[in-house]
């Protein structure tokens, strides 16, 4: 079994879908976990190969950028499809969310750099409402023809980890409510509730992202 460590910030984040692919597999690995204004991660930057976390260390072989580490493990651990169409449309679907996080992330960094109340209320409807009503209209449509309730195929991949993670923040930051979209509250669920999992969501370190 190859020795992993999965090293990002304090945070659920982008790296919080790996952590619940190991957990997911039953696989153990090291969830190195860097304290903000620590002064570790000035350290660790020019060490990284990108210079940004999330990094994975299989058997000391460093993996960057948080998408390429979920289709990595995802497929390590078989939940990236059981087709290479299912892989395709959980490519796809990971890559929309990318899309509107990027969009999203303004928001972010509007509320991080003390913004006032109208430069983000402008921020949330100018920009992110408008990315939103797309985004989740492209995922209600698709679990609206599921029979699983999953978003590919008939059993949980890591695109349902990607999104179901990005509702649980877009919900601590009040841009989703369960009962105002049911569908995607039900996958949200879907996936908290996967046996596998319920012991470290329980117990997880909370974060607003």
């Known amino acids: 079994m190859p020795s992993y460590k999965l090293t990002y910030f304090d945070v659920r984040g982008l790296a919080e879908p790996a952590r619940l692919l190991f957990h997911l597999a039953g696989v153990e ?13 000035e350290k ?22 948080s998408a390429a580490i979920i289709r990595y493990l995802s497929k390590k651990f078989g939940f990236a499809g059981k ?3 299912e892989q395709a449309w959980a490519d796809a679907i990971v ?18 750099g003390n913004k006032s109340v109208e430069e983000l209320e402008k921020v949330k409807a ?7 009503d797309s985004y989740f209209k492209i995922l209600n449509g698709i679990l609206e023809k599921s029979k699983s309730g999953y978003l590919v195929g008939e059993g949980i991949t890591f695109a349902d980890l990607v999104i179901a993670e990005n509702l649980e923040t877009l ?21 908290y509730g996967h046996a596998a999992l319920k012991g470290y969501l329980a117990s997880r370190p909370d974060s607003q992202i």
């Open 29 to 41: 690995f090291e969830d190195k976990r860097v304290d903000f204004g620590s002064g570790e991660w």
């Open 95 to 112: 890559d929309q969310f990318k899309d509107f996080f990027g969009e999203f992330r303004k928001y972010i960094i509007a509320q991080r």
């Open 126 to 132: 100018e920009v992110v409402k408008p990315a939103q």
């Open 171 to 191: 919900g601590k930051y009040g841009f989703f409510k369960e009962s105002e979209h049911p569908k995607l509250a039900a996958l949200k669920q879907k996936v």
């Open 83 to 85: 087709t290479p169409e």
């Open 44 to 65: 660790l930057k020019d060490k990284t190969p990108f210079g940004q976390m999330p990094v994975l260390s299989v058997d000391g072989f460093d993996i960057p950028q």
